[in-house]
């Protein structure tokens, strides 16, 4: 049996966008991350992953480098959590609340899902 561990509504400056003035400032993302993992056999934070360790595994992808797409930078999260836990799925959704379209919206957003093979 699995469960499914949850990060949701992450949020985490960064310096990404398709253009360069997006790029030149922080600005905020907001992630949501879901992990499928296999049910813990005991009551133990050992047994399962460590939300601290996601957190911080977000934060270096991050800062690794200026991303130009959401979709970019979701698959490079969605991998860093797959080599990191031992998860048997990711699914990694990265909002970008401050988008400027022409027309009021409450943010733009990738998806990206992966699965061990």
């Known amino acids: 049996m699995s469960v499914v561990v949850e990060v949701t509504g992450l949020e985490l ?3 990404h966008g398709a ?6 400032g922080l600005q905020p993302f907001l992630y949501d991350v ?4 296999d049910e813990p056999q005991a009551d133990e934070l050992v047994q399962t992953v460590d939300y601290r360790e996601v957190v ?13 797409l959401l979709e970019s ?3 490079a999260v969605a991998d860093a959590m797959l080599a ?11 909002r970008k609340p401050h988008v400027q379209l022409g027309l009021p919206v409450d943010y733009t957003a990738a998806s990206v899902r992966r699965e061990r093979r």
């Open 13 to 15: 400056a960064g310096h």
């Open 19 to 24: 253009f360069e003035p997006e790029r030149e």
């Open 34 to 37: 879901e992990l499928e993992v």
């Open 56 to 68: 911080a595994t977000i934060r270096e992808v991050s800062a690794s480098r200026s991303f130009h």
């Open 73 to 75: 930078l979701a698959a």
């Open 84 to 94: 990191r836990f031992p998860a048997v799925a990711v699914r990694v959704r990265v």
